[in-house]
């Protein structure tokens, strides 16, 4: 399976070199531990003066949290059902890195496991 994944910039510096996007390459079969694990490892996240920068992973919702002090990501969601909300086109899935500053990770990691991006019906 394909993957187009795309981050944020962290500094101007870094926007010369902007869009930043990739293609990799995934394994037809996955798990969202290996899904995540392959992605964080292929985008080069880029580094921070202070060593706390912090990333989430998403595709259409948040799938995980990465921090430059951690050592792997941290999964927000395992539901198998989710991977139907996933965004796929033309073929490959989409996922995007955003940006959090110095934000604490746990916090962002809180933030992202309660959003809700629909109405809950009654």
């Not at 994944?5 to 390459?25: F, K, Q």
């Not at 941290?74 to 073929?91: C, I, K, N, V, Y």
Request: proline residues 5%; glycine residues 2%; contains cysteine.
């Amino acid at each position: 399976m394909r993957a187009y994944v795309t981050r944020e910039s962290v500094c101007a510096a870094d926007d010369v070199h902007a869009p930043h996007s990739r293609r990799l390459y995934l394994p037809d079969e996955w798990t969202w531990e290996s899904l995540v694990r392959h992605v964080w490892r292929e985008s080069e996240l880029p580094t921070i003066a202070g060593g706390k920068a912090t990333w989430a992973l998403s595709s259409n919702i948040p799938l995980a949290v990465a921090a430059q002090e951690w050592q792997e990501p941290a999964l927000l969601f395992r539901l198998e059902s989710d991977r139907e909300r996933l965004d796929f086109a033309e073929g490959e899935i989409r996922l995007h890195w955003s940006y959090f500053a110095q934000l604490d990770p746990t916090l962002v990691s809180k933030i992202l496991r309660e959003l809700r991006l629909r109405a809950v019906a009654a």
